[in-house]
């Protein structure tokens, strides 16, 4: 069964530092997503992701995040200076849209710890 | 804004004791809510998709109910296998982006034997 599949599955940074989190979506999905989930807390959506453009962006998302599709199978996001409250597990997830109808399927996600 | 609020935040029960999830929620025109399964430490699994008031699905021993507030996570004779946190999630109609989802901070199911 096709699955999203993400790496590292942990990385741990120094406060400052660039991280990059790596995604592979399901093979012939055409949305592509990033969500964050802090320990305890409420799975939050981070940036939407369509056509070589971002769709929609949170509020969590600022300038020092990106987004981006380097080939046809890689789906990244990147934290250029990471922060303490950084510190969270992130998922991607990928969807594909038929009839209007639309399920998204989320990997197993990387565990960030900002020291 | 989009909010999902579940009910309880916790439930035991014991094997065999069948109870239900409540998920409340308020949307900008519902596209969709959905039921996931999150094992600690795992990514959220994929259980339904509603995507209209009365519409009802099942899987082995769930099944999942909307009305035009609420959903329903009705869950028979459970075993301890199916313990886990539930998620609900909404995605919205509103917005510039069509797939988006806001959550619920969840259920935590266990199940004793």
């Known amino acids: 069964e096709p699955e999203v599949t993400q790496t590292p599955s942990h990385q741990v940074t120094q406060m400052g530092q660039e991280v990059i989190l790596r995604c592979v979506p399901i093979?012939?999905?055409?949305?592509f997503y990033w969500y964050r989930q802090i320990l305890g807390q409420k799975v939050e959506f981070l940036v939407s992701f369509y056509n070589n453009e971002i769709s929609e962006k949170s509020e969590i998302f600022d300038d020092q995040f990106s987004v981006e599709r380097p080939d046809g199978s890689n789906f990244t996001l990147k934290i250029r200076s990471t922060k303490l409250e950084d510190s969270a597990m992130y998922f991607c997830?990928?969807?594909?849209?038929?009839?209007?109808?639309?399920?998204?399927?989320f990997g197993p996600g990387t565990r960030l710890l900002v020291l | 804004e989009d909010q999902v609020t579940q009910s309880p935040e916790a439930l035991r029960l014991q094997e065999g004791e069948s109870s239900s999830l409540n998920c409340s929620y308020t949307?900008?025109?519902?596209?969709?809510l959905f039921w996931y399964r999150q094992d600690p430490g795992k990514g959220p699994e994929f259980l339904f998709t509603l995507y209209s008031a009365g519409e009802e699905k099942e899987k082995e021993r769930l099944k999942a109910t909307l009305t035009k507030k609420e959903s329903f996570l009705h869950i028979t004779a459970p075993k301890p296998e199916d313990s886990a946190t539930y998620l609900c999630a909404v995605g919205g109609a509103g917005g510039t982006s069509y797939g988006k989802l806001t959550f619920g901070q969840g259920t935590i199911l266990t199940v004793h034997p």
């Open positions: 093979s012939n999905h055409l949305y």
């Open positions: 997830a990928s969807s594909e849209r038929v009839a209007g109808e639309e399920t998204q399927y």
């Open positions: 949307v900008s025109g519902l596209r969709g």
